[in-house]
């Protein structure tokens, strides 16, 4: 019942641009803080940005400048556009909703999308 599905990653040239989408569906998407991350081979999962419920964006120093956070509640979707990409922002990249509540945290994940930056 619970889905995050992202889309729109795939390969792009240094200094390029993509949007990445995340479809919410089986939950309440207003009542939750939306973010992004990154991982990977071998590393541990890295946060990239965040919207919270009252709208303030927040983003990782290393993204900072060159992408942006944004949701539209009308129609259940995260979005990520990355501009200026590099080759190290090559990683899967995963959607996240999350709330925190007294006694418990509701916390999910969608399946990823491949973001692979190279000339």
């Known amino acids: 019942q619970v889905q995050l599905v992202e889309s729109g990653g795939g390969l792009v040239q240094p200094g390029g641009s993509l949007r990445l989408s995340c479809a919410a569906s089986g939950f309440t998407f207003s009542s939750y803080s939306m973010s992004w991350y990154r991982q990977t081979p071998g590393k541990e999962r890295e946060w990239v940005a965040a919207i919270i419920l009252g709208g303030r964006p927040n983003y990782a120093d290393s993204v900072k400048g060159r992408f942006t956070i944004s949701r539209d509640s009308a129609k259940n979707t995260v979005y990520l556009q990355m501009n200026s990409l590099k080759p190290e922002d090559t990683a899967v990249y995963y959607c996240?909703?999350?709330?925190?509540?007294?006694?418990?945290?509701?916390?999910?994940w969608g399946q990823g999308t491949q973001v692979t930056v190279s000339s």
């Open positions: 996240n909703a999350r709330r925190n509540l007294v006694g418990v945290l509701l916390d999910y």
